[in-house]
T-cell receptor, first 115, second 116 residues
Framework: AQSVTQLDSHVSVSEGTPVLLRCNYSSSYSPSLFWYVQHPNKGLQLLLKYTSAATLVKGINGFEAEFKKSETSFHLTKPSAHMSDAAEYFC?????????????FGAGTRLAVHP | NAGVTQTPKFRVLKTGQSMTLLCAQDMNHEYMYWYRQDPGMGLRLIHYSVGEGTTAKGEVPDGYNVSRLKKQNFLLGLESAAPSQTSVYFCASSYGTRQGTVYGYTFGSGTRLTVV
């Protein structure tokens, strides 16, 4: 069965410093992985998606994630945080089960960005 | 703008009342989903639909019913609301699975429901 673990429930960084949000997954076969972002009182927006092509995936707003099969990780990074990056981030693994595309969400990581 | 629209955005119910949440998408997506979001638990799937006229149970279906009479609409019903159903509800849609291709979901902006 597929599962996702986000290793930090809260991350706090200063504006202009790097961001690292950690995610480990469990999957019985090669998974598809996503990162979604949710700004306060908003819906979820897709940041990026990995589907077995390049292991380094670039997303919107300067975010990227690297798929490491040996470590079963899919960490999200950004070189320089902006105040507007403050939000909750969800790591998601997908599986095709019972003929449909099922997404399994991690518990989320809340990113705070300080001036 | 194309996307997923949820109504209402906010609602307060008394225990035992019923209500229906409406989700509409204009992207011709085959699949639609209802999730609930609770603090520290991410999103949990309530029910989903892989096409018009079909529905199936997700992780937490108890206390909810759904219907998909039209491809673009997916309704979530609470027959007798309970305080445990206080949550933020999100609808999502996606293309169906084609030759193993996995598509991301498009989410609505959510419905904040409080049951008192």
């Amino acid at each position: 069965a597929q599962s996702v673990t986000q290793l930090d429930s809260h991350v706090s960084v200063s504006e202009g410093t790097p961001v690292l949000l950690r995610c480990n997954y469990s999957s019985s076969y090669s998974p598809s992985l996503f990162w979604y972002v949710q700004h306060p009182n908003k819906g979820l927006q897709l940041l990026l998606k990995y589907t077995s092509a390049a292991t380094l995936v670039k997303g919107i707003n300067g975010f990227e994630a690297e798929f490491k099969k040996s470590e079963t990780s899919f960490h999200l990074t950004k070189p320089s945080a902006h105040m507007s990056d403050a939000a909750e981030y969800f790591c998601v693994v997908s599986s095709i089960s019972g003929g449909y595309n099922k997404l399994i969400f991690g518990a989320g990581t809340r990113l705070a960005v300080h001036p | 703008n194309a996307g997923v629209t949820q109504t209402p955005k906010f609602r307060v119910l008394k225990t035992g009342q019923s209500m229906t949440l409406l989700c509409a998408q204009d992207m011709n997506h085959e699949y639609m989903y209802w999730y609930r979001q609770d603090p520290g638990m991410g999103l949990r799937l309530i029910h989903y639909s892989v096409g018009e006229g079909t529905t199936a149970k997700g992780e937490v279906p108890d206390g909810y019913n759904v219907s998909r009479l039209k491809k673009q609409n997916f309704l979530l019903g609470l027959e007798s609301a309970a305080p445990s159903q206080t949550s933020v509800y999100f609808c999502a849609s996606s293309y169906g699975t084609r030759q193993g291709t996995v598509y991301g979901y498009t989410f609505g902006s959510g419905t904040r429901l409080t049951v008192v």
